[in-house]
């Protein structure tokens, strides 16, 4: 035990870890990965996360620039605010 009262991760759990992880991943995002690389899985999946990030802030940029050009009484800027509340 550590001196904050944490036992330690076994193997078997960071296998588990990985692997869940790994599932997490696209298809497309997996194939040039082994699984005995957790090393590879890790850098993957930071670098699917950071392309996540791109890609909302792509879309908020598209949907605040859609909603300029709208008038804010129109039905589809109330559509648009519902499925943002939701």
Known sequence: MSS??????TDDE???LISK???LLPESRR????????SKLLK???????????EVDDLSDRLS?????MDDNSPQAEIIR????S
């Open 21 to 23: 992880l790994q599932s």
């Open 44 to 54: 993957e999946t930071c670098s699917y996360i950071k392309s996540l990030h791109r």
């Open 65 to 69: 620039g859609l909603m300029a050009t």
């Open 82 to 85: 519902s499925l943002l509340r």
């Open 14 to 16: 960071i296998n588990e």
């Open 31 to 38: 194939r040039n990965i082994d699984r005995a690389s957790a």
């Open 4 to 9: 904050r009262g944490r036992s330690r991760i």
